[in-house]
């Protein structure tokens, strides 16, 4: 599912969605020390109807207008042994978490919180890094992008919420360098910017790479 990305690639592309999830790779820290950085703008304005409705599928992504929300889509990609109702809606499945490294499986209904999908860039951390500054239809892009999202134990992504890498990094440390590639690469495709602090935590990330 990883592939590997050269920065000239990306600028060359003139990335306008993000690339597919990021292998850790020594190129992450050119890439990254092409972000901008600045202080994080207030959350002045922010709200989740900044990006659009929920799992909208009127989005210009790559699964976008595809008949099925994005959240059923994410769960169809990540989960193995997948049962569908329909064409679209997943009842079930098995997810080995990225954050956790744990077994979970899934079954929609009263329970179906036990997975979540997070967006790799937290929607609140790029409102204050630039999102607030994207035309409405790029961030309802930013927050449906299968780029920037994965299916996930719910208890790492309730403790993780808006927070940046300087902030939170998940429990699994085998999936920390992918997971900081992937926000690099996002970031990018995005414009969003980084704090001092958020640069520092993944530098320390990707130089412990292997």
């Known amino acids: 599912m990883l592939r590997r990305l050269s920065a000239a690639l990306i600028v060359a592309a003139g990335i306008t969605a993000a690339p597919a999830h990021a292998a850790p790779d020594p190129v992450a820290l050119r890439i990254l020390d092409a972000l901008p950085v600045h202080d994080p703008a207030p959350m002045t304005g922010y709200s989740r109807d900044q990006f659009g409705a929920a799992w909208t599928d009127n989005n210009d992504d790559e699964l976008g207008r595809n008949h099925c929300d994005t959240r059923d889509d994410i769960l169809a990609r990540d989960l193995t042994g997948v049962v569908r109702q329909g064409n679209c809606t997943v009842i079930s499945g098995t997810l080995i978490d990225p954050y956790t490294a744990r077994v979970i499986h899934f079954q929609r209904g009263p329970d179906s919180s ?95 790479c292997p």
């Open 114 to 208: 036990a997975v979540q999908i997070d967006h790799i860039v937290a929607l609140g951390n790029a409102w204050i890094t630039g999102a607030q500054q994207l035309p409405a239809q790029r961030r309802i892009d930013l927050a449906n992008d299968p780029h920037n999202l994965l299916a996930v134990d719910g208890q790492a992504n309730n403790a993780k919420r808006d927070k940046d890498a300087s902030q939170w990094l998940p429990p699994n440390t085998s999936f920390r360098c992918t997971y900081v590639a992937d926000q690099i690469l996002v970031k990018t495709a995005y414009h969003l910017w980084i704090t001092v602090a958020e640069k520092r935590a993944m530098t320390t990330i990707l130089n412990q």
